[in-house]
């Protein structure tokens, strides 16, 4: 009950307070804020979007901690932006993830929250105190199947811990539709006994469609939707952030690959192109298709403001906690213009 008073009051103050040019939204300070947060990569154009007044952000998760197989953490916490939050009254959570070599590493995550958890756990507890932030965001992707009891005890007892000290969990975990056995992707993720420890839950609502596959919306409405009301059927809804995607992705047909595009460079990449973009009403999401210059055939997928308008407004509808984004320093004023409008 007490982390739950912590939470509400961390909130509350928020409403209160009315970060950035979200405050005029702000009508009970009685009712706590719905969490936008945001995430630091550590590159300029992050840190000038995560220190800005003029955004409705009021939670910043710096994404510059990766954990070993041993349990040490690696990286360094930007000391500057977290006094900055606390100045501007945000809430400051540290991401701790299992990024290795060039991705995701299941015998990182196996190794910290398995193997060694206790010297992981106390090396995160101790972070999160020295650091005087308001929590730790826990990002570990692509687990083992076999994993999924270790990663929910791993949660239970880092939020233990942390919960001792006054300090939040935040869990980053992948989307999905139901609890599927034979997706190895989702199925480490026990969402009913997550919710019991954590006491906020993002659901990656993104990436519904990456490179590599065939092309399709990064963040559908649709499958959004289907994801979310599944979440809330296992996660107290006030516990869950869905996520937005500040980005969209430009798929080479020719040679199957791909790469990002910054929802700040998708107008450039239309004009320089020359093409005519089309709206998919089922998914919210724009598209269109290009040939460059070396000959090879391309189909992009990105966000509009509409879409991440109506996305956002999800939270609403289906009363969630709050809305997360991928990454500071993607965007421009449009993009939180529309979060702002989605949030009414």
Known sequence: MKRFIYIYA???????????????????????????????TGDSASSSSAKSTHTPVNAVSQDVIDVDADGDLHGNVAANLVKVDAGQRKLTFLNISNFGAVDFDPVIAHGAMVTHRAHTIDNIVALAEVADVSGIDIDFEGIYPTDRDGYSTFVAELADALHTQGSMLLLSVPAKTSDDPSDDWSWPYDYARLDKSADFIQVMTYDEHVPGQPPGPVAGIDWMKACLKYAVSRIDKGKVLLGLPAYGYDWDLTDSTGVQVDWKDSAALVAATGAVPQRDAASESEHFQYTAGDGSMHEVWYEDAQGIQDKTHLAVTLDLGGVSMWALGFEDDDFWDAVEAGLQ
């Open 10 to 40: 961390a909130l509350a103050a928020l409403a209160l307070a009315g970060c950035g040019s979200s405050q005029d939204a702000v009508s009970d300070p009685d009712e706590p804020a719905k969490l936008v947060l945001g995430y630091y």
